[in-house]
């Protein structure tokens, strides 16, 4: 069969759209720790220790255990690796701890084959288990295509029937950047790619009636990652398969970046009820990954025990998930980015315009102008002028109170209508409204005016009574617990009723209660990284299927800077709006040669004013020019104190010192004329 020629039917990837409802996946025992079926979310990292190393990844295991993980992941690049993690699992066991193994198997079948009769679980990447990548770009026939799937038959059948014989689960991972030439060859690099490299191999475990998988289509570009998942569930149910779903964003980063970029990825499909374990993968020591894990699974904690009661009892004799989808318009593909088309309001938002964010400065002290600095604009009592940062706001909502200092002029201010119309000079202000003040004002801006809506007005009486012009913009508000899935249903209806208005998509957040002392045990840390983690869940599940022209994050228990970067974080995480050079860093291994979290930041502190540039930067070949996706440059570890330098995909300098490696780095951004001196911004 030809099967590139599958159709599959838009938005059929999630049990709804509309309402949280989890996938019920086949449940597939790892030791004593099953996954997927009516188990909870599972939570799992990786050693960055040398696997040869036992005392070493033995102790980090346990710091990695105790900080939540369910699973240990230990890289196994050869086959003494591979037989050392007996001794590494017979020292656990001795130590009381049983937390599942996880081989991390890369070109090495050999090695794959040692450990799957050793520890619980497998995994592969089907990129490099039988193929080599050259970049090369193959006209296959389909009976040549046929061939190669023979081929690779005859290379993975022995570890499967390994791993049938020995009880192990094996977790298929295909990764965006390591897609085979064959992949490459007959599907690009799409999503489609990424699916049908997991498929074929999970068509090969079916026809050797092996069940105990576990799947997963990881990118650094959280939008690519996204829409990889949704097709593969689509394509799963197709072909009447079930398996459960291992989340992760691949080089996320470190630290705001790292976080955010995840929570975008894997939030988005953890609020479409997919997903059976995380593992968030930061640039920073694998104990600190599992509480961001744990933070993003718990807001599903209560959501899933409601759905695991209406699911029991419910699968058929294949355990397959009782399917009742609920397909999303005929005009969205969630398996494609297309922005919604809106008129362009003011000049200024909307359109072909970047997403526009939003500041409440309304609680802060308005005599003081260098409240601004949190917002971008650096007030300079010297000069009295303001400098603007690369992430500077667009609004900044002031309720109704009137600062007693000049704004910059660049800088649009939103008043609530009462106060707006009282102002004696309205240049660079705006009114934000009800619904019920707009329908009735007898005034209004002739430029921009706000009105803030509730997915359900739409339906309302005065909602009919609206007065479009090209001066209307939404602010979309929500008080559902499912909120995101409430505001997507909004845009849906937009579609529906073919209205262009431009959206400010709002969300509230509260951290008055509950426990913030999950991990870091500083109150200010947790609220500030469940911000981050809830706010790119949220807003930036709208942004990456294109639903948003604007974003407002109201926190009053957060501080403005964070609120800022946080809003500025998503929209570069999206992919909407680019305000500083993006990293696309590993969160190292045991095959790792150098320092990741030093060298990450050495290069950060040289490069970090480079906007709109992305920066790779890889421990090892294996995490090399394939998984550097779309950089523009990679830094990449090829041997002990070597480093080879790439432009794209394309190797510039091999094998040079480590000690030169960031300053010839520096010399080929200088020389494609992407460089710009620090004295010159």
């Known amino acids: 069969m030809n099967t590139a020629s599958i159709k599959l039917l838009p938005g059929r990837y999630c049990n709804s759209l509309t309402e949280y409802s989890r996938f019920v996946t086949r449940e597939v025992p790892i030791g004593d720790v099953p996954m997927g079926g009516n188990n909870p979310i599972r939570i799992q990292s990786m050693t960055t220790t040398d696997t040869m190393d036992t005392i070493g990844t033995v102790e980090q295991s346990i710091r990695m255990i105790e900080a939540g993980c369910e699973y240990v992941r230990i890289t196994a690049p050869s086959i003494k690796e591979a037989q050392n993690l007996a001794e590494i699992k017979k020292q656990l066991r001795a130590r009381g701890y049983t937390a599942p193994l996880v081989a991390d198997i890369h070109f090495t079948p050999n090695a794959a084959e040692v450990a799957a009769r050793i520890v ?56 965006h950047g390591s897609l085979s030439d064959r992949i490459m060859s007959r599907y690009g690099d799409t999503p489609q790619g990424m699916v049908e490299s997991a498929m074929e191999f999970m068509r090969i475990c079916e026809t050797l009636n092996y069940y105990n998988l576990v799947i997963s289509m990881k990118s650094s570009n959280p939008q690519v990652m996204v829409q990889a998942y949704r097709l593969l569930v689509e394509t799963m149910v197709a072909e009447g398969m079930n398996y459960p779903l291992h989340l992760g964003v691949t080089e996320a980063g470190d630290g705001e970046d790292g976080r955010i970029k995840s929570a975008v990825g894997i939030g988005t499909l953890l609020e479409d009820g997919l997903g059976d374990t995380v593992r968030v ?102 000069l009295d002028k303001y400098n603007m940062a690369e992430q500077s706001v667009d609004f900044v909502y002031l309720a109704d109170n ?53 997915h359900a007005d739409l339906d309302s009486i005065e909602f009919a ?62 609220i500030t990284q469940n911000l981050q983690l809830y706010a790119a869940t949220d807003l930036g599940a709208l942004l990456v299927d294109g639903f948003g022209d604007g974003i407002w994050i109201n926190a009053p228990a957060v501080e403005t800077r964070v609120i800022t970067s ?60 394939g998984e550097m996706a779309d950089a523009d440059y990679g830094y990449v570890g090829s041997g002990p104190g070597k480093v080879t330098l790439y432009r794209g995909k394309e190797a510039i300098k091999k094998n040079i010192a480590s000690v030169k490696a960031l300053d010839e780095l520096i010399d080929i951004i200088r020389e494609d004329g992407n460089w710009i001196e620090m004295s010159d911004l």
């Not at 193959?138 to 046929?146: K, L, V």
């Not at 969630?334 to 919604?340: D, E, G, I, L, N």
């Not at 004696?424 to 209004?444: G, I, S, Y």
């Not at 946080?566 to 095959?591: D, H, M, V």
Request: proline residues 6%.
């Open 281 to 382: 993968s930061l640039t920073e020591e694998p104990e600190a990954e599992a509480p961001v894990a744990i933070a993003l699974v718990n807001r599903y904690v209560e959501r899933a025990k409601g759905e695991r009661r209406k699911a029991k009892g419910k699968t058929d004799e294949r355990n397959l998930s009782p399917f009742t989808f609920h397909p999303s318009p005929p005009s969205h593909n969630p398996y494609a980015y297309t922005r919604r088309h809106t008129y362009e309001a003011n000049a200024f938002i909307g359109g072909h315009m970047v997403p526009r964010v939003v500041i409440d400065l309304s609680q802060k002290n308005l005599k003081d102008p260098s409240i601004l600095n949190d917002a971008g604009y650096l007030y300079s009592p010297v």
């Open 120 to 175: 619980e679980k497998v995994r592969v990447n089907p990129g490099n288990y039988a193929d080599k990548k050259k970049f090369d770009q193959i006209d296959y026939t389909d009976a040549e295509y046929q061939g190669e799937l023979e081929r690779i038959y005859q290379k993975f059948a022995p570890l499967v029937k390994i791993c049938k014989e020995y009880g192990t689960a094996m977790r298929i991972g295909t990764n």
């Open 566 to 625: 946080t809003a500025f974080g998503i929209l570069q995480a999206t992919r909407s709006r680019i305000s500083k050079t993006e990293y696309i860093s590993c969160p190292s291994c045991g095959r790792t040669l150098f320092d990741l979290m030093e060298t990450t930041q050495m290069i950060r502190s040289r490069t970090s004013h480079l906007k709109g540039l992305k920066i790779a930067i890889m421990g090892c070949i294996v995490n090399g020019p």
């Open 465 to 526: 009574a609206l007065p479009f012009d090209q001066s209307l913009l939404f602010v979309l508000e929500t008080d559902e617990l499912h909120g995101m899935a409430d505001q997507r249903s909004f845009f849906f209806k937009l579609e529906e009723m073919g209205l262009e208005v431009p959206v400010i998509v709002k969300r509230d957040y509260s951290f008055d209660h509950g426990p913030w002392t999950m991990y870091h045990g500083q109150k200010n840390i947790d």
């Open 402 to 454: 009137i600062p007693s200092f000049n704004f910059p002029g660049n800088l649009k201010q939103l008043y609530n209508y009462a106060t707006w119309l009282k102002l004696a000079d309205k240049t660079m202000c705006h009114p934000v409204f009800t619904l019920h003040e707009f329908v009735n004002a007898k005034e209004r801006s002739s430029s921009l005016n706000l009105v803030k809506l509730k």
